[in-house]
């Protein structure tokens, strides 16, 4: 299995909103969690937001509300939505997937990780 590559990033002004994709095409387990997590400039890794094959949704602390992950499951792709951005939310997101273990939440360490995305915030 190939590193998972989160795509969709980019330069956004404050307020706007942007979608980052991943393709998890390679990581189709019938019981699954699937993840985001971030690392911004000098700051550990974050995990933000992750999703289990019931579409159960488990956020980090402070993320529920402007944060959206997803699964579009006909696609094999993973989302994250992600609404009024904040310089908080300049950083380099990653996405993830494993085999559902019994629990799913956004942890910072995954095997199938692979490059991330830049997520710049203009004022």
């Known amino acids: ?12 002004e404050a307020g706007g909103s942007l979608t980052l994709s991943c393709d998890v095409s390679e990581y189709t387990y ?5 993840a985001w997590f971030r690392q911004a400039p000098g700051k550990e890794r974050e995990g933000v937001a ?3 094959s019931e579409g159960i949704t488990a956020y980090a602390y402070g993320m529920r ?8 499951n006909a696609k094999n792709t993973l989302y994250l939505r992600i609404n009024d951005l904040t310089s908080e939310d300049a950083a380099v997101y990653y996405c993830a997937a494993e085999r559902w273990v019994g629990y799913c939440y956004p942890k910072t360490t995954y095997p199938s990780s692979g490059p991330g995305t830049q997520v710049t915030v203009s004022s």
């Open 50 to 52: 992750a999703i289990d």
């Open 65 to 72: 509300g402007r944060f959206t992950i997803s699964v579009d």
């Open 1 to 12: 299995q190939a590193p998972l590559v989160a795509s969709g990033g980019g330069s956004v």
């Open 30 to 34: 019938t019981s699954y969690c699937m």
